[in-house]
């Protein structure tokens, strides 16, 4: 249907509309402890580091890109070569609307093909859609560090969390 969210790979043609989503998130200081706006050249690069097993994973709905998530490497060591990290990013007036359901699902169903045995996610304990969303995937929460990182110079407690897949 025309206005179905639908997943598909990341292109580079959508790197402005994914900058934009994730500054978004960036100034909600829900997200994530980045602090600056990203432009598009800081995210061609962080998309070249994206290829192969790390992909990119882009929502629409009605033509308009409205959400993105990305497995990440979560270490160089070789002892965790079958562990990505995630991101996932909706657009605010996308929020809450299953589009970021659909994204991990389909993340995940990526990370399976791509040879992972697990995702972790850091996040916060007060991001509330992000963590009802975790929690309804299936995600278990291995524990939460204290004053783990500053957010416009306050410490920021940081929960991290797991899947097996
Ligand atoms: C956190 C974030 C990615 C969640 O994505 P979202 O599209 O808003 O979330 P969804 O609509 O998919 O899920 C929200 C709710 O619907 C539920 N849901 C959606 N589709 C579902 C489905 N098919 N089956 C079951 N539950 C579903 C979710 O589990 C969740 O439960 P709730 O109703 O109890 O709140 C999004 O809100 C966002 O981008 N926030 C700002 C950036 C951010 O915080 N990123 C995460 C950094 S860690």
Redesign the pocket.
């Known amino acids: 249907m025309r206005n179905e969210i639908s997943v598909r790979e990341a292109r580079e043609t959508d790197l402005e509309a994914i900058a934009e989503i994730y500054n978004q ?1 960036i100034e ?1 200081r ?3 402890l980045e602090t600056e706006a990203k432009d598009l050249s800081y995210m061609t690069k962080w998309f070249d580091q994206h290829q192969g097993r790390y992909c990119v994973l882009a929502a629409e709905k009605g033509g308009q890109l409205i ?1 993105w998530a990305s497995l990440n490497p979560y270490s160089s060591r070789c002892a965790y070569d079958g562990v990505a990290d995630l ?4 657009a605010r007036e ?9 994204l991990l699902s389909t993340l995940e169903k990526k990370a399976r093909e791509n040879k992972f045995h697990k995702l972790v ?3 916060f304990p007060f ?1 509330g ?2 963590q ?2 975790y929690k ?2 299936g995600f278990r929460e291995v524990g939460v560090f204290q004053n783990q990182g500053v957010l416009d110079g306050e410490f920021v407690v940081v929960m991290a969390m797991e899947k097996l897949l």
């Open positions: 998130g909600d829900i997200a994530t959400g991101s996932v990013y909706v996308f929020r809450g609307k299953g589009a970021g359901w659909k996610l850091f996040t991001n859609l992000g009802s969303l309804k995937m």
